[in-house]
């Protein structure tokens, strides 16, 4: 069973340009998380996906947005980067119409913005 | 709406001593609780979870919680700490159908 994967592992843009991050959900999840964590601190969640549609949002702007693929993977867009949104984005895969109620979480891609 | 406080931000404990990370959660209903444990430059791994079943959890590690509702606690505990159990530690609420919401965070140190 492949846990949740997500790439790239460290990234590194310029203020004012676009990121996309991707993410593979574990095997025989349906629910697809994204959550920011800014160094020192909690993770913070920016929106989940479950069958492709946006499922829930946290206090995030529109130019944070996402996508799920039929295979229930997802990215993570990010327009108009600026130096706050430097952190280690964290994506979850979940399946709770399937009795799962835990959250599996990738490894992460450290995004800094310069 | 649901917030978590966990007290502490870094708990230093001795090799073979008893941990406790606290965990209180503002809920007016029975929540879901989740701990989650962070190594450094990793991403969050369950340790437990509490899903109105049994109100004492066990998870991986020798971890365990105990949901209290009168306290709105889920402290996390382990009998006899061990070098490799040095991480940051995260208790989480679920609310609604979507999201967590997870405390700041306790740094655990263990010292031989």
């Known amino acids: 069973e492949t846990g949740v994967t997500q790439s790239p592992t460290h990234l590194i843009k310029t203020r004012g340009q676009q990121v996309t991050l991707r993410c593979s959900s574990q095997s025989g999840h349906n629910t697809v998380s994204w959550y920011q964590q800014a160094l020192g601190q909690g993770p913070q969640f920016i929106f989940q996906?479950?069958?492709?549609?946006?499922?829930g949002r946290g206090n995030f702007p529109p130019r944070f947005s996402g996508l799920q693929f039929p295979n229930y993977s997802s990215e993570l867009n990010v327009n108009a980067l600026e130096l706050d949104d430097s952190a280690l984005y964290l994506c979850?895969?979940?399946?709770?119409?399937?009795?799962?109620?835990?959250?599996?979480f990738g490894s992460g891609t450290r995004l800094t913005v310069v | 709406a649901q917030s978590v406080t966990q007290l502490g931000s870094h708990v230093s404990v001795s090799e073979g001593a008893l941990v406790l990370l606290r965990c209180n959660y503002s809920?007016?209903?029975?929540?879901?609780l989740f701990w989650y444990v962070q190594y450094p430059n990793q991403g969050l791994q369950l340790l437990l979870k509490?899903?109105?079943?049994?109100?004492l959890v066990k998870g991986i590690n020798d971890f365990e919680a105990e949901f209290k509702k009168s306290e709105t606690s889920f402290h996390l505990t382990k009998p006899s700490a061990h070098m490799s159990d040095a991480a940051e530690y995260f208790c989480?609420?679920?609310?609604?159908?979507?999201?967590?919401?997870f405390g700041a965070g306790t740094r655990l140190a263990v010292h031989p």
């Open positions: 996906y479950y069958r492709e549609e946006e499922n």
């Open positions: 809920s007016s209903v029975p929540p879901y």
């Open positions: 509490y899903t109105s079943a049994a109100t």
């Open positions: 979850a895969s979940s399946s709770e119409d399937r009795g799962y109620y835990g959250y599996t």
């Open positions: 989480a609420v679920k609310w609604g159908p979507a999201k967590l919401i």
